[in-house]
């Protein structure tokens, strides 16, 4: 499989805070068609305000959305009038309630969706909605860029966080493209349990998977020494000098991840390298 339709989604004006450069690169490196969602979030929530009041608020920040769906758009078509690539540009607007399905809907038909984190300054709830409904509903391996991060030269040395579930599975799959021209392939097993089915050979059947397709994979046993597994995670990429991470998404539910933490949650507010995830 090679990944022959990108998707990114831009919720800000300024579109230099968004994943567009290392979307048009990759897209550029991969020969594919670069699709843009330029979308205008309408934020406000119905039900809060007072009675009558509605109409006009909703009106105006209605209004607001699709000024800025339009000028997202505006300014994604005049990066994108000179490259040498297939694009193409859509404007929408969403409130929060309705953007899941909105996204998920053209995240559907794309091989790779590339976002920024969706956390820290400048992001918004719409950063955090748009993440899952790609994961979730839109069933479509999700490449988060850091900003600053090098999309030109991502994949030579990638870690996997390999902890034998569904998750991690999906998004090794849907990685594979990018194994296949990596240098070297990391698996990190963490404290794998003493029961499992791989418990003489941690991490043996997924490498001899990989080696069938042409990866060459080597593998690190680690300790969980730390309170959270994405720090794990985080010092051994650092250690090993790796460039990308690939991982499952969402193990335990979301709910669960928002308000005690999880590895997912962890890497999407830490991470200093493109991580590839899918649930």
């Known amino acids: 499989m090679a990944y022959k339709t990108i998707l990114t989604i831009i919720t800000d004006t ?3 805070a968004s994943a567009l450069e290392p979307a048009i690169t990759l897209a550029t490196r991969e020969e594919a068609h670069l699709d843009v ?6 934020r406000t929530q119905t039900g809060y305000y007072y ?3 509605n109409a006009f608020i909703q009106q105006e920040t209605l209004h607001k959305a699709q000024e800025d769906a339009t000028k997202i758009e505006a300014a994604v078509t005049a990066r994108l009038a000179n490259e040498g690539l297939p694009w193409a540009a859509e404007a929408a607007v969403a409130q929060i309630a309705g953007l899941s399905h909105l996204v998920a809907q053209r995240a559907r038909f794309s091989d790779l969706v590339v976002m920024p984190r969706p956390y820290g300054p400048g992001r918004g709830i719409e950063d955090e909605a748009a ?5 979730f509903d839109g ?11 090098d999309a030109a030269n991502i994949g030579q040395k990638i870690v996997v966080a390999w902890n034998q579930s569904a998750e991690a599975m999906a998004a090794i799959k849907q990685a594979l493209p990018l194994m296949q021209a990596a240098e070297m392939v990391n698996i990190a097993v963490i ?12 991490g043996g059947a997924l490498s001899q998977m990989l080696s069938r397709h042409g990866v060459k994979s080597e593998i690190s046993v680690l ?22 991470l690939i991982m ?6 979301r709910f669960r991840e928002a308000i005690l933490g999880g590895a997912t949650r962890g890497m999407l507010e830490k991470t200093e390298i493109p991580v590839l995830m899918a649930h």
């Not at 999700?142 to 991060?149: D, H, Q, S, V, Y």
């Open 14 to 16: 300024d579109i230099s």
């Open 37 to 42: 969602l330029c979308l205008g979030v309408d």
């Open 51 to 53: 009675a009558g009041t």
């Open 131 to 135: 993440v899952e409904a790609v994961l």
């Open 139 to 149: 069933h479509a391996p999700l490449l988060i860029m850091p900003k600053g991060a």
């Open 191 to 202: 404290d794998p349990p003493r029961h499992g089915p791989d418990r003489s050979d941690p």
């Open 223 to 244: 300790a969980k020494t730390m309170p959270r597994v994405s720090d794990v995670i985080q010092r051994h990429v650092q250690d090993i000098e790796a460039d990308m």
């Open 248 to 253: 499952g998404a969402y193990g335990h539910s």
